[in-house]
């Protein structure tokens, strides 16, 4: 976090709030941008990771996000929301990501039940 307050108190801000923009204030060009990205790469990973697959793309990184999140248990419609998708968009992109999870959610339906018949559940809904 140090580093981005750093650079803001240096930089500012564009009028709208973006971090980084054009010389001239406005939005930065896919050509610009990609290049920022790979100078990036070159100095943030390994030598023996730079020309891999990993976050060869801005983009990847918001996948790896999102995918973590919904393997992590996060439900889907929060994961959509934080990610600007709606959950039949999200699913359809991500579903394939999720994995190892059905254990879990059959252990939650088995305590879920386990804890009405043990609480006494009344049949009555809240």
Known sequence: MQILRTYVDEFGTAEDGRLFRSPSGGRLDSTRYLDGWHKARRFAFPPHLVDSLLARRPY??????????????????????????????????YYKCIHGQREQMVQRIIDALSDDREGGASGEVD
């Open 60 to 93: 990847d990184l918001r996948h790896a996000a999102v995918s973590l999140w919904l393997n992590s248990g996060v439900p889907a419609a929060e994961v959509a929301e934080m990610a600007g998708h709606s959950v039949a968009i999200l699913m359809d992109t």
